[in-house]
């Protein structure tokens, strides 16, 4: 390894042995144990074609992912679109993560992986460029054997001379291929002679997470480091007022104590002795609004009934081309013509992230350059922002994305590099890794919204749903300006409050916004997260209402949508929907249309004396495509706990203007103790293509109300379960 | 004032306050980032290592106190990734963002190591490590496989 | 100063059937704390840090055990041997823990050990996130460990 004065440890590819065939042992036969970094491959013998793809002599096909690997995969199932049509062998292929740089914007032109897109957005140029590449390989061998380039198969990282047998591998021709002229429109495989998209591959960076070796932001390491930790303004909303580091200034290792727009932070030798010091830091009482939760709530219920200021949203069709809403005199009209009218109230709490790896990020700022390394899943954005705060011009800022702790959106945000980079300000020439501590995280997130809901709705007596009216009352995101149309409520909040995917007569959905000075944002699966519920729960509470099945009362008003019957009837299949249960068994079903793919849950429960055991979520999944089925399952998997989390214990409060929940002791998540059995099972609709990150978390909150329901007769309407008074078994 | 600390069979002085705990003793002073800060206060279990043949959450373990133990952490499980708790969560393609791993993995070779008949129910009930991925149905897979690869081994 | 009662007892029986007396007594002892054949394991450095120490790193992220110490998490356990479960001043039990104390749950050896091996189902209904030591030997060097911690007089 080269030894720089201020290079970080990077990962250092040995020239490997091509390896024949595929196996679950991959990583560990290219020495996985090494540090899996964010990776700048120093082989002298690779050469690039483009930014995506470098071939060394022996073989080995390095590939950039463009996306920021947080967990859903994407480390392994974008290099697999290049690597299938490149027709590379998997098990020669290595990976790098990306910098921020727009050589890897996908189409609608950002590096940020969120809203569940990274394989629909990269899937046909990351073909192209697979296919570009294969092709200028297949024209170097061409040369070399001088033969028709029609006449050279390749598979596998070998290109064979069909007429003579004679074979290449691509480390023979890569520094050929290099030299010829680019191909504009490569011939893309058909999708019927993918060897590797459809089927499981083993994840590259699997090997490197079981031995530690896998740098995260937390683990960067650089020469003549210095650590930070801060503190911030505890009331939400409110500036830094003043600050009292008489002692913190003394403490051991502590260099510099810098104060910032609503925080302090104190720089020192190492990330503890920062953090000893900052604990010692008293802030100045701050002046102006102190949320309070019962308050708060509060305002969101009598905001309900505000209809003068109620702003409508589309209740179908795209952004291009909406379906909008019923005005509110027809919707009116239309309820109180019943026959059957019905009103609910439902409420969802403010959420955390709460990912494992705390907020944190790196930054040096020397020579009027800046370098941020972090655990970022955003691009595009960073440079401009940290160009404003710091006053360095964008071309002067590097970002480095290592890979990500969890983030489930709240990494998107560029607040924490952003305090990194003017803390670096203070120490030019030294990097400062700021780490929040786990109390900072979880009392100064981007909340997922809490809202409450008002649905009225006429039905008749066969189940027809003639009106239907949601009306949300609560805050907008804080970040969702630039999605906003005008004249509509906010998307990320209020986008699919009432399903499309049910026929229903005249619709409205709308929303009475409520200030509060608490910062909310996207958190897994964004509106859905609190819409996938209250849109299902309607339905749970018509067919209870009408002593209907919730199966087939779902289907009996789906729209024109095999997919979504396809995935309901394959779960409730799955699950015994309708079979023989003992005493205190319940069962719920929902259904989540959402990032084009279409998911049904069926839970099961069991409840005694208020003690809730939820036994067995059973999925069916349809996203279209799949990358590779191994990774959507347990993407699936994933959403689904996290929703089991949100549904049973998720409750951000706040008093006397702060957030309340410190630890995970305060903000209890799902654990091995109280994790059901999951099954999911996939449905291949060829023609589609869908998102999967987000798709397990909206459908979990209804069916497992709706089980309870089932179970007990108690209706719940409020989360977080634990509420309403249940114990959490197992 | 130097603590002595031997970390996967490697002696070091540590020249830190001896209330630093040791898992900032372990990441800094010893330089294995392995092992992870998840919370800081013991809950989440991100920072489980091996000190004498017990499991300990090394964010509440005052460096001072372990002087002159034997620490093991994911980095001396092997090296090269064949503990069979290690492939086994590669045959199961266990993580996901990763980060928990470490100490779910050392978590759970102790507790395979107390009670090698143990059941899906004692794994569900002494295996407190969080995991925000939601990995735990893979994780009770893999830890079956390894204990049944153990055995055959 | 340690007397000899403070010793662990799976250390002290081997010694006494090596001696080729006192069989009996060792005998006694381990049918009256009901462990099974003790077995001293090699990785233990008991010189340095004694195995109870350091099974107690475990439990000190929660519980204090020097006399006086504020409870953290968990209520300080300093000299809770032969106490009443659920009765430490300033600690807010939950409520499995007051019924238990209301059942007249008292600690000794017996009741502590079969609590760590499984908190939820001696004491149900209370908030200690553990997970229980499987262990019995390892329960029983916990149990030692706040013995030989506690500092009332113990005639």
């Known amino acids: 390894m080269t030894e720089q004065a201020s290079a970080p440890q990077f990962f250092v590819r040995r020239r490997s042995v091509l390896i024949g065939g595929g196996g679950i042992a991959i990583g560990l036969l290219l020495g996985g144990c090494e540090r899996l970094g964010f990776g700048t491959s120093e082989s002298a013998a690779a050469t690039e074609l483009g930014a995506y793809i470098q071939i060394a002599e022996d073989g080995i096909v390095t590939i950039t992912t463009p996306g920021a690997e947080m967990g859903q995969g994407v480390s392994s199932s974008l290099p697999k679109i290049v690597a299938e049509e490149l027709s590379a062998n998997w098990a020669n292929v290595e990976v790098k993560l ?46 070399r054997w001088d033969v028709d380039p029609g006449s050279i198969t390749v598979a596998e990282g070998v290109l064979t001379n069909v007429q003579s047998g004679a074979t290449l591998t691509f480390g023979d021709v890569a520094a050929d291929a290099a030299k010829l002229p680019i191909p504009k429109n490569p011939k893309l495989k058909e999708p019927k002679g993918f060897v590797l998209i459809g089927k499981f591959s083993p994840r590259k960076d699997i090997p490197g997470k079981v031995c530690g070796a896998t740098v995260f932001g937390i683990d960067v390491v650089l020469p003549n480091m210095l650590y930070a930790a801060i503190k911030h303004v505890p009331v939400a909303g409110a500036k830094l007022a003043g600050f009292d580091a008489e002692t913190a200034k003394g403490m051991p290792g502590v260099q510099e104590i810098v104060p910032l727009v609503d925080a302090v932070a104190v720089i020192a030798d190492s990330y503890w002795q920062a953090q000893q010091a900052v604990d010692r830091i008293k802030l100045a009482e701050v002046k102006g609004e102190r949320v309070d939760s019962d308050k708060l709530m509060a305002r969101f219920q009598s905001a309900l009934v505000n209809d003068a200021d109620a702003l409508s949203f589309p209740v179908g069709g795209s952004m291009k081309d909406p379906i909008l809403s019923a005005d509110q005199s027809v919707i009116d009209d239309a309820i109180s013509r019943g026959p059957i009218k019905l009103e609910f109230e439902y409420s969802v709490p403010y959420l955390a992230h709460a990912a494992l790896e705390p907020l944190c990020a790196t930054a040096l700022i020397e020579a009027g350059r800046c370098e941020i390394w972090a655990p970022t899943q955003a691009g595009e954005k960073i440079p401009p922002e940290v160009s404003a705060a710091i006053g360095l011009p964008e071309s002067a800022i590097t970002v480095h994305r290592t890979f990500i702790g969890g983030a489930f959106g709240r990494k998107n945000e560029r607040d924490f590099m952003i305090q990194a980079a003017l803390l670096a300000q203070a120490r030019p020439g030294r990097p400062v890794m700021l780490i929040w501590s786990r109390e900072q995280d979880t009392k100064h997130d981007y909340y997922r919204p809490a809202t409450v809901v008002r649905s009225r709705l006429a039905i008749s007596p066969d189940g027809t749903i003639l009106a239907a009216h949601g009306r949300a009352a609560g805050q907008s995101l804080s970040t969702s300006a630039p999605y906003r149309r005008e004249g509509f409520a906010d998307p990320s909040v209020v986008g699919g409050l009432l399903s499309p995917d049910y026929e229903m007569g005249e619709r409205r959905i709308d929303m009475v916004e409520v200030e509060a000075p608490i910062r909310t944002s996207f958190w897994r699966s964004v509106s859905l997260s609190s819409n996938g519920y209250f849109a299902e729960a309607i339905m749970d509470d018509i067919a209870g209402h009408l002593g209907r099945d919730p199966l087939e009362f779902r289907l009996a008003q789906l729209r024109d949508n095999p997919r979504g019957a396809a ?39 069991s409840v005694k004396d208020k003690e809730l055991v939820v036994e067995r979520i059973v999925c069916a999944f349809d996203c279209g495509v799949q990358i590779d089925p191994g990774n959507i399952v347990s993407q699936i998997e994933g959403g689904i706990v996290f929703g089991l989390s949100a549904a049973l214990f998720g409750n951000i409060t706040f008093r006397d203007g702060a957030v309340v929940e410190e630890t995970y002791a305060e903000y209890p998540v799902v654990t091995m103790a109280n994790s059901p059995d999951i099954e999911v099972h996939l449905i291949l609709s060829e023609d589609e293509i869908g998102g999967v990150g987000e798709a397990g978390v909206p459908g979990v909150a209804s069916a497992l109300t709706s089980a309870i329901y089932d179970a007990t007769g108690d209706r719940i309407r409020a989360l977080p379960i634990v509420k309403a008074g249940y114990e959490v078994r197992r | 004032m130097s603590i002595t600390l031997t970390v996967n069979g490697k002696t070091h002085d540590i020249d830190l306050a001896p209330e630093t705990p040791l898992l900032w003793a372990i990441r800094d002073a010893v330089g294995l980032k392995g092992t992870k800060f998840g919370c800081g206060v013991g809950v989440c279990g991100a920072c489980t290592v091996n000190v004498d043949g017990v499991a300990v959450r090394s964010c509440t373990v005052p460096v001072g106190d372990v002087a002159d133990t034997q620490v093991t952490t994911i980095e001396g499980l092997s090296d090269d990734g064949s503990h069979p708790l290690q492939k086994a969560w590669i045959a199961e393609q266990v993580p996901q963002c990763g980060y928990c791993q470490p100490g779910m993995i050392m978590a759970a070779s102790a507790m395979i190591k107390d009670n090698p008949a143990l059941s899906d129910d004692d794994i569900r009930n002494q295996l407190t490590n969080i995991c925000r991925c939601g990995t735990y149905p893979r994780i009770i897979k893999a830890i079956r496989r390894a204990i049944a690869d153990t055995h055959e081994a | 100063m340690r007397t000899l009662k403070a010793l662990p007892i799976y250390l002290l029986a081997p010694t006494l059937l090596l001696a080729g007396c006192g069989k009996e007594t060792g005998k006694a002892a381990e049918e009256a704390i009901g462990h099974s054949e003790p077995q001293v394991e090699a990785t233990f450095q008991a010189a340095a840090a004694g195995p109870g120490k350091i099974l107690f790193l475990q439990c000190s992220a929660c519980h204090a055990i020097t006399p006086d110490a504020p409870a953290k998490v968990g209520p300080n356990l300093h000299c809770v041997i032969g106490k009443q479960a659920g009765a430490r001043e300033g600690f807010a039990y939950s409520a499995g823990f007051v019924a238990a104390a209301k059942n007249g749950l008292a600690w000794d050896r017996g009741t502590l050990s079969d609590f760590i091996a499984s908190p939820g189902e001696i004491v149900p209904g209370n908030s200690m996130a553990f997970g229980g030591v499987a262990d019995e030997e390892k329960r029983g060097a916990i149990i030692d460990h706040l013995a030989d911690t506690c500092e009332e007089d113990n005639d």
């Open chain 1, 98 to 143: 990306s910098d921020v740089n727009p050589a890897f914007n996908n189409p609608t032109g950002g590096q940020r992986s969120a809203n569940s897109d990274a394989v629909r957005s990269y899937y046909e140029p990351l073909r192209k460029v697979g296919a570009t590449a294969r092709e200028m390989l297949v024209g170097a061998a061409a040369l």
């Open chain 1, 567 to 605: 995935v309901m009837r394959l779960a409730a299949q799955k699950a015994g929907w309708g079979k023989a249960k003992g005493a205190n068994v319940g069962r719920g079903i929902s259904f989540t249309n959402g990032w084009n793919s279409q998911c049904a849950q069926v839970i099961q429960v």
